[in-house]
């Protein structure tokens, strides 16, 4: 009997699964394996919303596991250790992962690789990093370009979707299993039901919900800016673990577009959710060719950019005080659900680096402490556009207003008043401004600023003057080196 191991990492799901797929099909027995990683439990980049939500999809990945007369095996320590305590305990000859493009997950595998037979399928991506080349074989830099190739490369094998197996056999004897320690404690439970039927239920409504009303899918770009509608499909921390294939979700999202029923507008809506998808494989090519975007910045230009770093500037940024309603309500949407709306994140990445004038990578390290979807290659991509020091970045000059940001986003306030209740009261005319009512006006909304709410713990005009000239010295100072 041939024994194989399907090492699971960011791929916690039965449907879809390129590297359970090879392994079922390369042998007899298929053992499931888990390997809780110290390195990365305790990594001060995760966090514990994180682990909660990661522990409820494993636990729902042993339920499905059972049901297909498996189990899924637990094991805790280094990787590659205990990989090949597995590998002896169970006499197998192969070792079946989802290839993954992380500094540290590269290296793991180069080690796991020189001890064991290991197959490295695709799965993490939809294209992988060394497919969309430009024509000379070097990466792209620049997304527009890069999503024209990616389109014209797109093969069958992309299209494809693996159903999930009826059985994965299991060998005579199974190795032994932890049990699944107890998930941390969180003030608030998860705002997203964690697993696969979870997010295969979540992928349907998203993109053809039959109740009355138009799929969100096909009304995605007039819908995705406003963080008050649930424009969007809230799938990222489901795509992060792979509890919902990459592949499936726009697979899914391609087959209606190419519904003939459908109208332009409609199909333009749904073509920028699958742009969504391509910016997360673009974001994996950056760091898979980039790897210095890791520690800093991928443009050199802002090497020498003075940050103020205050740290009590910076506490109230992350506990959602610095007086600016919009920055306030996302950052406090991030600290209780774990999860923020992507308008959200710009706003509020953009008031941390170009208003306060703090190194990104202390809003990168808050954010990945917090986020469910917390994933290394998106968090950088996201946090280099903010700050414009990536690849087709927004020019440093162009800095977020924060109260154009909210009046044109969130124009009634209805998020700001969810998510900071002493505004509750705060009428239309002054919810993006507050600290411009009149005394009056404050007693009847009972929301003294200054004492119920902060005034602003920065005048953005003068920020962005400040920031301009920052920028500006660094440029000049790298110039001269
Ligand atoms: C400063 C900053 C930090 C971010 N950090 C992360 C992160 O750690 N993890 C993460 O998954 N996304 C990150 N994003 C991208 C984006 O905000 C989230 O993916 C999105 O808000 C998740 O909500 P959703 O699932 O409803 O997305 P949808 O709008 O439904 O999009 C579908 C999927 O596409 C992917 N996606 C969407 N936008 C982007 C993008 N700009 N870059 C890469 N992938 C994208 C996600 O997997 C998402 O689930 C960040 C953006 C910014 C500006």
């Known amino acids: 009997m041939k024994t194989v191991i399907w090492w699971i990492r960011r791929d916690l799901r039965l449907t879809d699964n390129q590297a359970l797929h090879a392994a079922l099909q390369a042998a007899d027995a298929v053992v499931p394996l888990f390997i809780l990683d110290d390195n990365i439990l305790n990594s001060a980049y995760?966090?514990?919303?994180?682990?909660?939500?990661?522990?409820?999809?494993?636990?729902t990945l042993a339920e499905d596991l059972e049901k297909l007369g498996s189990a899924l095996i637990l094991r805790r320590g280094d990787p590659p250790v205990e990989l090949m305590k597995v590998v002896a305990e169970t006499g197998a000859s192969a070792v079946y992962a989802e290839r993954a493009n992380s500094p540290y997950a590269k290296t793991r595998d180069e080690a796991v690789a020189a001890m064991v037979d290991l197959h490295l399928t695709a799965g993490v991506s939809i294209q992988a990093p060394w497919e969309v080349l430009k024509k000379d074989n070097t990466p792209y830099t620049v997304f527009t370009p890069y999503k024209k190739r990616w389109y014209a490369l797109l093969k069958p094998e992309h299209r494809a979707v693996l159903p999930a197996p009826d059985?994965?056999?299991?060998?005579?004897?199974?190795?032994?299993?932890?049990?699944?320690?107890?998930?941390?404690?969180?003030?608030?439970?998860?705002r997203y039901v964690a697993g696969e039927a979870a997010a295969q239920a979540m992928l349907r409504d998203f993109v053809s919900r039959t109740t009355q009303g138009v799929p969100a899918l096909v009304q995605y770009d007039d819908q995705r800016d406003f963080p008050s509608i649930d424009g969007t499909s809230s799938l990222s921390g489901h795509l992060r673990f792979g509890m919902l294939s990459v592949r499936q979700a726009a697979n899914a999202a391609l087959d209606i577009i190419q519904q003939p029923q459908l109208s332009k507008v409609q199909r333009d809506n749904a073509s920028v959710w699958v742009s969504e998808l391509i910016w997360r494989d673009f974001y994996m090519s950056i760091l898979h060719h980039f790897p210095h975007v890791y520690a800093g910045n991928f443009r050199a230009d802002y090497d020498k950019i003075d940050w103020r770093n205050d740290e009590a500037e910076y506490q109230a940024w992350c506990e959602g005080r610095t007086g600016y309603p919009i920055v306030d309500a996302a950052m406090r949407q991030l600290v209780?659900?774990?999860?923020?709306?992507?308008?959200?994140?710009?706003?509020?990445?953009?008031?941390?680096?170009?208003?306060?004038?703090?190194?990104?990578r202390w809003g990168e390290k808050f954010f990945m402490q917090h986020l469910i979807d917390g994933d290394p290659a998106a968090n950088n991509g996201g946090w280099q556009w903010a700050a414009g020091t990536g690849t087709d970045a927004a020019p440093y000059f162009r800095i977020f207003n924060p109260m154009?940001?909210?009046?044109?986003?969130?124009?009634?306030?209805?998020?700001?008043?969810?998510?900071?209740?002493?505004l509750a009261k705060v009428p239309k005319k002054y919810i993006h401004a507050p600290w411009e009512m009149p005394p009056l006006e404050q007693t009847l909304a009972k929301c003294q600023i200054g004492q119920d709410y902060p005034k602003p713990i920065v005048d953005h005009k003068m920020a962005r003057e400040r920031t301009l000239a920052a920028y500006k010295a660094s440029k000049e100072a790298m110039k001269a080196n």
């Open 336 to 360: 209780q659900t774990g999860w923020m709306h992507n308008r959200a994140r710009m706003i509020v990445a953009s008031f941390l680096v170009k208003d306060l004038l703090i190194d990104w």
């Open 167 to 190: 059985r994965v056999p299991a060998p005579a004897e199974m190795p032994e299993s932890l049990m699944l320690p107890s998930a941390p404690e969180l003030a608030q439970p998860l």
């Open 404 to 422: 154009s940001q909210s009046k044109k986003f969130d124009a009634n306030g209805d998020y700001i008043r969810q998510y900071v209740p002493e």
């Open 46 to 59: 995760v966090g514990d919303k994180q682990v909660a939500f990661m522990f409820a999809g494993l636990q």
